[in-house]
């Protein structure tokens, strides 16, 4: 709120003067406040190093951004702001408030912003896409995805996960339509209920829910990825963002999952080692080799979401009075025997015995996508993005793979057949319904869909090999 002048007696000489100096002053106040107000959108949440805890009111600056209210210029004055003010206007707060994290976790960890850095938020702050590449291109060392990569500038691992959440929702912004990706977004948020957290995935899965709930004049819901849950610096930044309000993991969490999985992951390699007629236990696209020095080195997408699945549940277990919803980056079917479909996503822990998973709510999930592929395919602006097509194609396959979990073939296959209309190139569409097809017996129709998919994308067979490998046990050779 703008503070108001201080009143200051006017006194005998001041009552004397002529009314029209008194009327000019009113009309320079209000200028000036005029001007002032115009200027608030472009005011920084100022978080400076200084001695106070990043646990006290730096903190909370950096939560609400620059101000609780997304002001956009003329918003008042004209027509309705379009969609692409209002995502412009979103990103500039959202570049704020993450700014003002890393300036919590520079605290936190003793290590300062330097000038890179601060222009790379003024950068997102700013929404133009060349300056924010360029900016991104002087910190990130050649490799966006994690907080360690050796190019970077000593300590910036510390304050990379607000870093790239800053640059996540500006990829965003800048590949998706702007009404699209308001659609999107809130068709997330919309699905979910009081005091739920969500869970996100894929990057439009949590970065625009997440652009769009940090920068809302509504009810916020703490937002994580299960991606970055085997990252220690990421699991600091979510202790600064929600240690009050959720128990959080910890690194000893992280290292005791990663632990466990490589010695069952031993234990199975030495079984297909010492057994090789027996079927292998060794997981299909599962990296786990036998060192010289006797350790086990294990790697690939599905160590990494085995790990990520571990953690999670780690985080159910911590928090089990909290309901939470899913947006999946890879299948994590170990959360699917009690979860249940809520809208796009799914809910873990939610079945009991007043709420089971019935045949009606398995129908509610078809309707839902259904609804939404007549409702994108009706829009050219929607059906010309192909990272929204890409990204509603994910999303019905995962609620097509909790159908088929819950042996609802029928329901599960037109669900991959919506996604595989959403976006045609899907493998994960194509390798899933092809497994299930198998599986239901009809393996030339499986044979002869995988056949007309290679030839049309055969960019996208080795996907399709993993998929029919890792999730129905399956082998494809294409033509």
Same mark, same amino acid.
């Given at each position: 709120?703008?503070?108001?002048?201080?009143?200051?007696?006017?006194?005998?000489?001041?009552?004397?003067?002529?009314?029209?100096?008194?009327?000019?002053?009113?009309?320079?106040?209000?200028?000036?406040?005029?001007?002032?107000?115009?200027?608030?959108?472009?005011?920084?949440?100022?978080?400076?190093?200084?001695?106070? /805890? *990043?646990?006290?009111?730096?903190?909370?600056?950096?939560?609400?951004? *620059?101000?609780?209210?997304?002001?956009?210029?003329?918003?008042?004055?004209?027509?309705?702001?379009?969609?692409?003010?209002?995502?412009?206007?979103?990103?500039?707060?959202?570049?704020?408030?993450?700014?003002?994290? +890393?300036?919590?976790?520079?605290?936190? @960890?003793?290590?300062?912003?330097?000038?890179?850095?601060?222009?790379?938020?003024?950068?997102?702050?700013?929404?133009?896409?060349?300056?924010?590449?360029?900016?991104?291109?002087?910190?990130?060392?050649?490799? /966006?995805?994690?907080?360690?990569?050796?190019?970077?500038?000593?300590?910036?691992?510390?304050?990379?996960? +607000?870093?790239?959440?800053?640059?996540?929702? *500006?990829?965003?912004? @800048?590949?998706?339509?702007?009404? =699209? !990706?308001?659609?999107?977004?809130?068709?997330?948020?919309? /699905?979910?209920?009081?005091?739920?957290?969500?869970?996100?995935?894929?990057? /439009?899965?949590?970065?625009?829910?997440?652009?769009?709930?940090?920068?809302?004049?509504?009810?916020?819901?703490?937002?994580?990825?299960?991606?970055?849950?085997?990252?220690?610096?990421?699991?600091?930044? $979510? =202790?600064?963002?929600?240690?009050?309000?959720?128990?959080?993991?910890?690194?000893?969490?992280?290292?005791?999952?990663?632990?466990?999985?490589?010695?069952?992951?031993?234990?199975? !390699?030495?079984?297909?080692?010492?057994?090789?007629?027996?079927?292998? =236990?060794?997981?299909?696209?599962?990296?786990?080799?036998?060192?010289?020095?006797?350790?086990?080195?294990?790697?690939?997408?599905?160590?990494?979401?085995?790990?990520?699945?571990? $953690?999670?549940?780690?985080?159910?277990?911590?928090?089990?009075?909290?309901?939470?919803?899913? =947006?999946?980056?890879?299948?994590?079917?170990?959360?699917?025997?009690?979860?249940?479909?809520?809208?796009?996503?799914?809910?873990?822990?939610?079945?009991?015995?007043?709420?089971?998973?019935?045949?009606?709510?398995?129908?509610?999930?078809?309707?839902?996508?259904?609804?939404?592929?007549?409702?994108?395919?009706?829009?050219?602006?929607?059906?010309?993005?192909?990272?929204?097509?890409?990204?509603?194609?994910?999303?019905?396959?995962?609620?097509?793979? !909790?159908?088929?979990? @819950?042996?609802?073939?029928?329901? *599960?296959?037109?669900?991959?057949?919506i996604a595989s209309q959403l976006w045609p190139g899907n493998p994960e569409s194509v390798g899933s319904l092809a497994g299930l097809l198998a599986q239901q017996g009809r393996s030339d129709e499986a044979e002869q869909m995988l056949r007309d998919f290679a030839t049309k994308y055969p960019d996208q067979i080795k996907h399709v090999e993993t998929i029919m490998a890792g999730q129905w046990r399956l082998t494809f050779r294409p033509p």
């Amino acid at each position: 709120m703008m503070p108001m002048p201080k009143k200051t007696s006017s006194g005998p000489a001041a009552s004397a003067r002529p009314r029209v100096d008194v009327l000019c002053a009113v009309l320079a106040l209000i200028c000036v406040i005029a001007w002032l107000f115009t200027r608030a959108p472009e005011r920084r949440a100022e978080i400076l190093p200084t001695e106070e /805890s *990043a646990s006290g009111a730096a903190v909370e600056t950096a939560r609400r951004g *620059a101000s609780n209210r997304l002001i956009i210029h003329g918003a008042n004055a004209g027509p309705a702001p379009t969609a692409e003010q209002v995502v412009a206007a979103k990103l500039s707060q959202f570049a704020r408030s993450r700014r003002g994290f +890393a300036y919590a976790l520079s605290q936190r @960890h003793g290590v300062p912003v330097s000038g890179d850095v601060e222009r790379f938020f003024a950068a997102v702050e700013s929404g133009n896409w060349s300056d924010i590449t360029n900016a991104f291109s002087k910190i990130d060392g050649g490799d /966006s995805s994690a907080g360690h990569s050796a190019g970077r500038p000593p300590g910036i691992e510390h304050l990379w996960p +607000a870093i790239i959440d800053a640059f996540g929702a *500006a990829e965003q912004a @800048h590949q998706w339509p702007a009404q =699209q !990706l308001l659609d999107y977004g809130n068709s997330v948020l919309d /699905s979910l209920r009081p005091g739920m957290i969500y869970v996100g995935g894929t990057d /439009s899965g949590r970065w625009i829910p997440e652009l769009l709930n940090d920068t809302s004049e509504g009810e916020r819901h703490i937002v994580i990825t299960q991606n970055g849950l085997a990252d220690g610096t990421y699991l600091d930044y $979510l =202790q600064l963002q929600y240690g009050d309000q959720v128990t959080t993991l910890s690194s000893e969490d992280s290292q005791n999952a990663f632990k466990s999985y490589v010695d069952d992951a031993r234990k199975r !390699l030495e079984h297909d080692t010492q057994f090789p007629d027996e079927p292998k =236990q060794v997981r299909p696209g599962e990296e786990v080799r036998l060192k010289e020095d006797g350790r086990v080195e294990v790697g690939g997408q599905v160590a990494v979401m085995a790990i990520n699945e571990a $953690l999670l549940k780690a985080f159910m277990d911590k928090n089990p009075d909290v309901p939470i919803a899913l =947006q999946e980056s890879f299948p994590l079917r170990g959360t699917y025997s009690d979860a249940l479909p809520i809208g796009p996503l799914m809910e873990l822990h939610a079945r009991d015995g007043q709420n089971a998973f019935t045949a009606e709510r398995a129908g509610e999930s078809l309707d839902y996508w259904r609804n939404t592929a007549q409702q994108v395919a009706s829009n050219p602006e929607t059906k010309g993005s192909t990272e929204a097509m890409k990204s509603y194609s994910h999303d019905a396959v995962a609620a097509a793979n !909790l159908l088929a979990a @819950h042996n609802y073939g029928n329901e *599960a296959e037109e669900g991959y057949r919506i996604a595989s209309q959403l976006w045609p190139g899907n493998p994960e569409s194509v390798g899933s319904l092809a497994g299930l097809l198998a599986q239901q017996g009809r393996s030339d129709e499986a044979e002869q869909m995988l056949r007309d998919f290679a030839t049309k994308y055969p960019d996208q067979i080795k996907h399709v090999e993993t998929i029919m490998a890792g999730q129905w046990r399956l082998t494809f050779r294409p033509p």
